[in-house]
């Protein structure tokens, strides 16, 4: 990612944040040497230095296990005008820009085919989720026969963070203005 200095994030306590607060990310791997990309909701376990997603088992990227891949999180993003005020004066020198937070995160990835740790994944990932909802919904309000079908129709995917980056470019930058 080109990140000049001046929106490079290195607050790691921020990035984690965005990951938390947007855990929609966008896999990146490579099949055949071309790239592909699948949208997941990734659970970050910093104890562990590593994030959880899982996928349908008829999904072919977890047979991608032991690639190096990015994973991208989107946080806020928008347009954003050329202020009035500062056309004026800077004579017009002023330009629009778009404005985003982003952390890529690069690791490894493995591949989890175990009931027990997707269970695990699983009910932690629903009870985020649920957890600001008036009547929460339980993975166990499901029958355990279900859940078991279901889980059997899933693979884990697990990612050993090796490096993380943010870049945070929230206003114009200095010499737009």
């Not at 990310?25 to 997603?53: I, S």
């Not at 991608?64 to 999180?73: E, P, T």
């Not at 740790?117 to 309000?141: F, G, K, N």
């Amino acid at each position: 990612m080109y990140c000049p200095t001046r929106f490079a994030q290195s607050d790691a306590s921020l990035m984690h944040a965005l990951i938390a607060e947007h855990p929609l990310a966008m896999l990146v791997t490579h099949d055949d040497g071309q790239p592909d990309a699948d949208h997941l909701p990734f659970e970050l376990l910093l104890e562990e230095g590593v994030l959880r997603a899982h996928v349908a088992r008829g999904n072919p990227v977890w047979r991608r296990a032991g690639q190096q891949v990015l994973v991208v999180f989107r946080g806020p993003s928008g347009y954003a005008t050329p202020d009035r005020i500062e056309k004026v004066e800077k004579h017009g020198r002023v330009v629009p820009t778009w404005t985003y937070n982003v952390v890529h995160v690069h690791g490894r990835l493995q591949a989890i085919d175990d009931p027990a740790w997707l269970h695990a994944l699983v009910e932690r990932q629903t009870d985020h989720q649920e957890a600001a909802l008036p009547d929460p919904w339980s993975v166990d309000d499901a029958p355990p026969e279900y859940t078991a079908a279901l889980l059997g129709a899933i693979v884990g995917l697990e990612i050993a963070i090796d490096r993380i980056e943010g870049k945070w470019k929230t206003e114009p930058p200095p010499r737009l203005r």
